[in-house]
């Protein structure tokens, strides 16, 4: 839609558990939690930091073969990594995991790896908000057919009324229920890691053209509706900013068996 609503590395997921809170961890036993790294290469070293990345994937592979490692990429050298985990202690269960099975050698030698070739990292946790996400019942794309994602990153305004936007969240569901609209989209909240007052709506499609064909599309024949809801969604938007990712298969780790 053209309005609003339309990297793990081993050493710097090391530096982000010195710092987790093991408070928080155990508050989270019951809800799946989305572990999310991202990393910015320097752009002269894009493709030294991918083979760094691959074979630290091999590095998992070999001692984690149960684990499951999503890859995305931007445009300006952006690297995403994401993990399903039910709370901080399955990082710390991973990395304590390799570091008694793998050499120590071999560890520092894919950690040194890392070093120069990216100049910033982060680590977050979201919690997926299955309730005012929507899935239709006829999806225009199959979820194999997803090469390309549309985030919408929000920061909302600081002591937002969440029940208010609770119900922003439940009418904005209901026009794409009532209109049988063949785009879904998810919304994730932000539980862990730097400013809270985040959430992220995502949108897919089979490649950027087929997104932008679909929201296009979208626009001339939902936007007149849709506009007094998207006005009272930016009544919560203290600011924004829209990334677009492709899948990236060969950094990624995907085990079939226990996808």
């Not at 999310?36 to 984690?64: C, D, G, H, I, T």
């Not at 684990?67 to 202690?89: H, R, V």
């Not at 053209?209 to 849709?226: A, G, M, P, R, V």
Request: aromatic share 16%; proline share 3%; with cysteine.
């Amino acid at each position: 839609m053209k309005s609003l609503i339309g990297s793990l590395s081993l050493l710097l997921l090391f530096s982000f558990l010195l710092f987790s809170n093991n408070n928080f961890a155990q508050n989270q036993q019951k809800q799946k939690l989305l572990w999310v790294q991202y990393e910015r290469a320097l752009p002269s070293k894009v493709l030294e930091y991918e083979q760094a990345q691959k074979n630290a994937n091999e590095l998992f592979k070999k001692y984690m073969p149960s684990m499951q490692l999503y890859a995305y990429s931007s445009e300006d050298n952006t690297y995403y990594y994401f993990m399903e985990i039910e709370n901080l202690d399955d990082i710390t269960k991973i990395l304590q995991s390799i570091s008694l099975k793998a050499d120590k050698e071999e560890l520092q030698k894919t950690f040194a790896a890392f070093r120069d070739k990216v100049f910033s990292s982060e680590g977050e946790v979201y919690a997926p908000d299955e309730e005012f996400s929507y899935k239709p019942k006829e999806p225009r794309i199959k979820p194999d057919e997803v090469n390309f994602e549309r985030w919408t990153i929000i920061e909302l305004n600081p002591y937002y009324d969440q029940e208010a936007f609770n119900v922003f969240k439940k009418e904005m569901k209901e026009f794409f229920e009532k209109n049988k609209i063949s785009g879904g989209y998810e919304f994730y909240s932000k539980v862990f890691g730097g400013n809270i007052d985040m959430c992220v709506l995502t949108e897919q499609g089979k490649s950027k053209i087929d997104y932008l064909t679909y929201s296009n599309e979208w626009y001339k024949t939902y936007w007149k509706d849709f506009e007094p809801l998207h006005n009272k969604f930016m009544n919560f938007v203290k600011d924004y900013k829209i990334v677009d990712v492709g899948y990236r298969p060969d950094l990624s780790v995907v085990n079939t068996k226990t996808k």
